[in-house]
């Protein structure tokens, strides 16, 4: 934190924003979601050093990585009685719903083995897939969600994920929508209060709240 506010301090006289920002994210977040976000900061405030840090979500997740003072700004998983740590602040970004995932073509894509990986189906998603009969358990548990969608791709099951993980998903995948009742996965941004008021966090939230609607969204076909 002490060298975000020590940029703050330089960079005062100046108006610029600039100095190292350490930026925490879930992997389908630092792939989609960050690249087009960092493009347009790194133009409009040159001065400002991103640094990326994959993290998984799981335990303490990208929020854990600002709690403990590793990073100034985390992209989060947030709600879902999951509240944030003492001590920071935090927005949700989007809402990204839950797809069904399976091979394209399939006839019968709902009878086929589940493909799932340790970070998906937390506390958001953990109801609507209690009353789901139709979803067995996993049958393979991968390292991440790519490899989940290569595995899905490659005809060995179907998987349930939401929208970020299915961006650029392959021809050989199809994505069908739930239906109304479809869980959504909340995704959003935080901090702490004294960097919250840093001009280089401030920068970063802005081009994220600007580049991304509140709702993301996969390509789906009709059930």
């Known amino acids: 934190m002490l060298h975000a506010l020590a940029a703050d301090a330089r960079g005062a006289g100046t108006g610029e924003a600039t100095g190292a920002l350490r930026v925490a994210a879930f992997r389908s977040a630092a792939l989609h979601l960050l690249p ?19 993290v998984r979500e799981l335990g303490p997740g990208t929020a854990g990585e600002v709690a403990e003072g590793r990073a100034d700004l985390g992209i989060a998983t947030l ?3 999951s509240p944030l740590p003492a001590g920071l602040v935090g927005d949700v970004l989007l809402e990204e719903p839950y ?19 340790m970070e998906n189906c937390g506390s958001y998603t953990r109801d609507w897939w209690a009353a789901q009969d139709w979803i067995p358990a996993a049958t393979v548990r991968a390292e991440d969600d790519g490899a989940v969608l290569s595995m899905v791709g490659s005809g060995l099951g179907m998987a349930i994920m939401p929208a970020l993980s299915l961006t650029g998903a392959p021809p050989s995948v199809a994505v069908t929508d739930l239906g109304p009742e479809r869980p959504h996965r909340s995704v959003g941004y935080v901090t702490t209060p004294e960097l919250a008021t840093t001009s280089a966090v401030r920068a970063l939230v802005r081009e994220l709240r600007s580049l991304h609607p509140r709702t993301a969204k996969a390509q789906v076909t009709a059930v």
């Open 99 to 117: 797809s069904l995932v399976h091979p394209a073509g399939h006839p019968a894509p709902r009878t086929l083995p589940l493909v799932d990986w």
């Open 36 to 54: 087009p976000v960092l493009e347009r900061l790194a133009l409009r405030h040159p001065g400002i050093e991103v640094s990326v840090t994959v």
């Open 79 to 81: 709600g879902g009685g």
